[in-house]
């Protein structure tokens, strides 16, 4: 059983006008994903997405780069919460541990808004556009190199070593990146008969942690 994570002083809850921000941004992201579900990556426009949501594509642009930010920054504040859940756990705890319990933590936040689904649901249409997009796909891969860079730097500083002369914080991220994709992937498809999301990561990270020498 794991230590719980120190207590924080409570976040205060955002304002009017941050919810109206955000509530924006993810009428935009539902309607770019539908609009991408529908008529794919290459042939929808960011006009139709505005207009979707019944805004300029002045206002897209206030929350996005361009299309292809829309598709693949849709997992960025999980990536982001789960790193800050990562960077607040008990010192004692492994790499491994720190890394499935902040995993854990932020999979808890987003079945209590309900959001776990719909998370998922963007992650494989963004897996499938991805194959059908090279221009994406790219985009998809750099920025895949870029997340596992920052997770890279901040699991190094958490055991106090240099990742450009150390090979052991990269190869974590990589396989927290990989047991997270290979989770979704699962609970997608089915894989394996599990009932919840929280459960098929848990079971990856079991993997990882027990390693695979006896295979």
Partial sequence: MTA?????????????????KQATREALLDAAFRLFSEKGYEATTVEEIADA?????????????SKED???????????????????RPPEESVLTALREAGALLIQAMDAADATDERLTRFDCLMRLTEESPALRAGSMELTRRKNDEMTRVIAARMGTD???DLRPRMF?????????????????????FTSFAEVVDAAFEVLEKGFKDY
């Fill in 4 to 20: 719980p994570a120190p207590e924080t002083e409570p976040t205060p809850p955002p304002g009017r006008r941050e919810r109206k």
């Fill in 53 to 65: 949501v019944d805004v300029s594509a002045r206002t897209f642009f206030r929350y996005f780069a």
């Fill in 70 to 88: 829309v598709a693949l920054t849709s997992q960025e504040a999980q990536f982001h919460a789960m790193l800050d859940a990562f960077a607040s």
């Fill in 163 to 165: 990742p450009e002369t």
């Fill in 173 to 193: 991220a990589a396989m927290a990146s990989t047991a997270f994709m290979v989770a979704a992937d699962a609970y997608r498809t089915g894989l394996g008969g």
